[in-house]
């Protein structure tokens, strides 16, 4: 939340509401803004709505654009500008979707007299109004973008420029480096919790293991949950737990005690394990239509890549506990529907 300390307004001064416009938040960025629309609700408020667009450049507009939402006192344009500006800076960099309205909060005034910035959930009435707009946007940009593209297929050829092979020729050479140094090193995310960072044997790219629960049962086998997900970002700045495949997995040990030894059987389990992760990774990637916990395999004590059963020497207990996991899961995800 932030405070305002505005001047007094000018009586019988009505300002123009502007359709579009431009606020330049530093020399290097600037946020467009189109279709503005003000909606009137029955809690007393006026709700904006308009499309957005952020470039390094007043003269630099993009044809992709966000639809956003916000809220202001009524009869209070002049408070635009500000809202936008007290968002932004406080949205770490947030990517906003190009296809879906985002609520970015609301200013009002607080039982002290002042006008307060509020980044929340907006309210049920607002919610619907955003969503009675969202099929119409969404159909207007569907036609937008294919005119755009049959228009490009018209007025240019196709080619590559030096700069996108320049490019490409950089992403390869810093795939095949990473494939020569393929790092498994545990990490802490950004609320301090185990974490890992893995070189996909595969893409050459990286996986990060984040969201990390373990189980052990008698012998010293572990069975891992954690979110996987893969990133081209070095290095890779984590704002969030990031999102991706649930999985579950088991290990010969320890997972941390595994990554940092430097003993010859620690470095054997881990190159094991991360070729487990790169194979396995892949196959989810290529079959994306699943839900809940996916069960991956392992790799047992004589650092073989296995299937999670008892005939592999996986024993019971953790096999009922994945399929507990995997049960509750499911039924999360049939609630959030």
Known sequence: ???????????????ENKNSGCIKIDDQHFIHFFNKKLFKTKQGTDLYTMEICETNSINNISIY????????????????????????????????????YTYIGNIKKANDGNLY???????????????????????????????TKQ??????????DDSIKNQIEMNQKIKQQRLQNPYFKYIEDYNGREGYDS???????????????????????????????????????????PIG???????????????????????????????????????????SNISGLIDIGGVNFDGEIIENTEKN????????QIQKLGGRRLEEIEQSK
């Open 245 to 287: 495949y649930q999985v579950a997995f088991t290990t010969p040990g320890r997972l941390r005690d595994i990554v940092q030894n430097k003993d010859a059987k620690s470095q054997f389990y881990k190159k094991s394990i991360q070729k487990m992760l790169s194979t396995k990774f892949q196959q989810l990637d290529r079959n």
């Open 117 to 147: 910035y509020y980044n929340e959930s907006p309210s049920k009435e607002v919610t619907n109004i955003m969503n009675s707009l969202e099929k119409n946007f969404q159909n207007e940009r569907k036609q937008m973008l294919e005119h």
């Open 199 to 241: 070189i996909n044997l595969t893409s050459g790219h990286i996986l990060l293991i984040r969201q990390i629960k373990k189980y052990k049962d008698s012998s010293g086998r572990y069975l891992y949950t954690a979110y996987i997900r893969e990133t081209n970002e070095d290095p890779y700045t984590e704002y969030a737990d």
């Open 313 to 320: 020497g996986v024993s019971g207990v953790l096999i009922s």
């Open 65 to 100: 654009t966000s639809p956003i939402a916000f809220e202001l006192p009524t009869k209070r344009s002049d408070l635009v500008e500000n809202l936008i500006r007290l968002w932004n800076s406080q949205r770490n960099n947030t990517n906003l979707s190009e296809v879906s």
């Open 151 to 160: 228009q490009e297929k018209i007025n240019k050829p196709w080619k590559i």
């Open 1 to 15: 939340m932030g405070l305002f300390n505005f001047g007094k307004k000018n009586k019988g001064k009505t300002e």
